[in-house]
């Protein structure tokens, strides 16, 4: 309770001292819709409670692109939209062999074990699965907005449309599937997310997606569901960086040209 309530405050501060960082170029009006791009470095895990599999931090920096729209209620608070493309999953170290990948291993009697050659069956010693999601976020940002300084927060919806599965065995990596719209992932996921946005563009965010990655419904021809027990709840931290569109950087620019130019103030 005391670590929420510490958090809290630190948020509040920072907000009040984006809100009165005021300079003289803060009082011109700006346009109050514009847009940005730009992308993300993403450092994700997952809570995953499949006890055959020890997960591990991923690093993925392709291929990540957003478009935003915003909108600036006034100064200190406005709404951002758009839509994105991002590269998301998880690894993780199997314990044993009793595990579904498609087109590497098959059930028996509700065990699944490696399809070996000549009775030389191998190891699974890492899995890495991800999927290129297409997503559509809705957020509030509140803080210094001309300065584009600002906390934001919201949610996003996101539809997998191509899953890729790696597989290294003995340590050698020998086997990867991919499938377009595949079922084997939820068909949409659920997130929400927040961050901080810097002056001239990066930004830190933290999201966590309340929807399974992999789909606990995907079934077999034998009726069984590989992932019914999974929980793979994905979460990152990203490091990323926003481009405003060109329109709102000249004007930004032409009113400190205009605020040098006075003699009264001194940049």
Do not use: C
């Amino acid at each position: 309770m005391k670590s929420i309530f510490n958090i809290a405050t630190f948020l509040l501060l920072f907000n009040y001292t984006l809100t009165q960082a005021q300079t003289p170029s803060d009082s011109v009006t700006i346009k109050k819709h514009y847009y940005s791009y730009g992308g993300e470095q993403i450092f994700s895990f997952v809570q995953n409670e499949n006890y055959n599999e020890k997960t591990s931090l991923r690093f993925s920096m392709w291929y990540h692109a957003q478009y935003h729209f915003h909108y600036d209620f006034s100064s200190f608070m406005g709404v951002f939209t758009g839509i994105g493309s991002r590269n998301i999953g998880y690894t993780s170290n199997p314990t044993n062999n009793n595990l579904y990948v498609e087109n590497l291993t098959e059930s028996q009697s509700g065990q699944y074990v490696m399809i070996s050659d000549a009775n030389d069956t191998k190891e699974m010693t890492t899995i890495k699965r991800r999927a290129y999601t297409i997503g559509f976020p809705l957020a509030f940002k509140f803080g210094n907005l001309k300065k584009g300084a600002y906390l934001f927060m919201g949610g996003e919806i996101e539809f997998p449309f191509h899953f890729k599965t790696k597989v290294w065995l003995d340590n050698r990596k020998e086997f990867k599937n991919s499938e377009w719209f595949s079922k084997q992932t939820s068909l949409y996921l659920l997130s929400a997310f927040g961050g901080i946005q810097f002056p001239w563009g990066a930004n830190v965010k933290f999201k966590y997606y309340f929807t399974d990655f992999m789909n606990p419904e995907y079934k077999l021809e034998s009726g069984e569901k590989p992932y019914e027990s999974y929980k793979s709840h994905i979460m990152y931290v990203s490091f990323g960086f926003n481009l405003y569109s060109a329109k709102r950087a000249v004007k930004k620019l032409q009113s400190i040209d205009s605020m040098e130019n006075q003699p009264e103030y001194k940049l």
